[in-house]
């Protein structure tokens, strides 16, 4: 009996300890070399879960890492697998006939469909706070590439029937150079390209999201899924059946 409550003590020890390694906070270890990416492969994963909250830029310390997420392999794996999830839904649902006689798609456009990574990485990828006119300048020039997963996705998604609507809080002002642009990357045929009016000016993305995703509904359409970087795309009544956040560490809309 005395052998075995020995055995036991020893085991509730090395749990302990096990325990506390596993539970240890990024802060028991400020002098780790590696400190600053370990902190801001955290700060990512906040800003992906929306704990983040609201933001206006990248950390500092953070640059770096934001800089070879979003040029190294994981940011278009993340993409890549965000797009796999959706296309898989989506198959599962037009083939059960889930979305009537207008299925719908509704994707953003902007780190959704077009890929802005040549204007931010001349920004710092995020460490400046966001400047309207600059960016207004890089959208009239319409270059803008596209994620290659997406682009995959939007094909995919147009081939099973879906009625795909581009929702955007551009302004109407850039209706012109967003269609060359979209154009330009490859995408086409889309059902209608919604962008801000001068009404929409003052609204939260949530709200001018929401109020055009009800105005579908009544068109008649079923919105079975929605893609976006920003949880603001997303968000907000009526929802999509399935909603599908994309990877982007670099700027926060509300």
Known sequence: MRLLSVLVLAAAVVANAGAESVLRSVTDFPAAADADALFCDSWMLSVETGNAGPWRQVPARCGASVR???????????????AAESLAFASQAFASGEGGAKPAWVFDVDETLLSNA???AESGWGLEEFNETSFDAWVDVAKAPALPSSLKLYNELQGLGFHIILLTGRSESQRNATEENLLFAGYQSWEKLILRQPSDIGKTAVQYKSERRA????????ILGNSGDQWSDLIGLPV??????????????S
């Open 68 to 82: 070879a997420y979003m040029e190294g392999e994981r940011y278009a794996s993340d993409s890549a697998v965000a």
């Open 240 to 253: 999509s059946t399935r909603s599908f956040k994309l990877p982007n560490p670099m700027y926060y809309i």
């Open 215 to 222: 105005v579908m509904e009544v068109e008649g359409f079923k």
């Open 118 to 120: 040549p204007y931010y």
